[in-house]
């Protein structure tokens, strides 16, 4: 086992089939406040390119709605959502005894180099956005832009793309956001669980979509056979859900034990970089939206969204296009607090 978890007390497994099932919000919930929050989220200027929204509280949905064209089977791009269930995959290695989170990320571009002070970061800083590895995400600089160039221009093998760069820190002291990492991350991961496109499709399959009935789950892999667990993976709304649920449930899904004890606690932690203010955790917004409340999750390019509030008992996932501005981003978290707190803490 990779490290010791103290893992908290496990949730009740309220979800027992491959369908979710649905309820009729409870007393306590304010259904008018509720809908306003939903028609929010759909209608606002910046949030107008809202597709999907589904309210998920105690195991059951509460809440769903979606926008014309688009309904329970639509598959929905993930963007940087993909780094949450990255974070998931990685788990389900660990408890397998696959990874070790304290290790050297297994990359053969720095092992073929003695003495490579590459060499010494650990699966761990990967998860922590702490590598220390040069990188440059602002998606505002065309030509300086590395995670565009790393997606846009198509590179065969992206993690070994991200490995050709140098250090720019020591690794575990400085934290940045790169979907650089967890492309990198994705590899080891993909060494790990058997070395190619097949046998990582498998084991993701194997531990983690079929126990959570993820059956819409569609990753994208690159030509060297590594999922692209920056940003690709397709979904329906309600299967980003049940990747939320699993982790309200300590990772527990009908009795069977898919992520480590602990691993939640573990996921909700920031990194220990200095500079982390953005308290990121292991691939895990957090807490988020808003720092007063223990939500955490993750969000992606245009607004994607997956938010887990362990004190509502409470899942929200939005999908869908909305404006990369200030001011969307604003909207976006304002519509996800309102989502929030139409259901009362337990």
Request: charged fraction near 20%.
């Amino acid at each position: 086992m990779a490290c010791a978890f103290s893992a908290p007390a496990r949730a009740a497994d309220a979800q027992r089939s491959s369908e979710w099932a649905e309820a009729t919000p409870g007393p306590d919930v304010n259904i008018g406040r509720l809908n306003r929050a939903l028609e929010f989220t759909f209608t606002d200027s910046s949030l107008a390119g809202t597709r999907a929204v589904v309210v998920v509280h105690r195991g059951a949905v509460v809440a769903e709605r979606y926008a014309p064209g688009f309904g329970r089977d639509s598959r929905f791009l993930s963007h940087s959502v993909a780094k949450f269930l990255l974070g998931a995959v990685v788990g389900t290695a660990v408890r397998k005894g696959l990874l070790d989170v304290k290790a050297p990320a297994d990359v053969p571009e720095w092992r073929a180099r003695p003495g490579d002070r590459r060499a010494g970061i650990t699966v761990e800083h990967l998860l922590h956005m702490s590598s220390g590895l040069r990188w440059n995400e602002s998606y505002v600089d065309a030509l300086g832009d590395l995670a565009v160039a790393m997606n846009g221009r198509g590179y065969r093998d992206e993690a070994a793309f991200v490995a050709s760069y140098p250090l720019d820190h020591e690794p575990g002291t400085h934290y940045y956001y790169s979907s650089g990492a967890a492309n990198l991350l994705s590899g080891v991961v993909r060494r790990a669980v058997g070395g190619d496109r097949t046998s990582y499709l498998g084991f993701m399959r194997r531990e983690l979509f079929e126990p959570l009935g993820m059956e819409s789950a569609e990753p994208e892999f690159d030509v060297a056979g590594t999922w692209i667990g920056s940003s690709w993976f397709y979904a329906t709304a309600r299967d980003y859900a049940r990747l939320g649920q699993l982790y309200l449930q300590d990772g527990v899904r009908q009795g069977r034990r898919i992520l480590p004890e602990g691993w939640v606690t573990y996921t909700r932690t920031p990194g220990p970089a200095p500079n982390n203010t953005p308290r990121y955790g292991v691939m895990s917004q957090t807490p988020w939206p808003d720092r007063g409340s223990d939500a955490f999750g993750h969000r992606g390019h245009l607004g994607q969204a997956l938010i887990i509030v362990p004190s509502r008992q409470l899942v929200v996932v939005r999908l869908g296009h909305s404006s990369r501005s200030r001011v969307g981003t604003r909207a976006l978290n304002t519509a996800l607090r309102l989502l929030m707190e139409t259901i009362p803490a337990n």
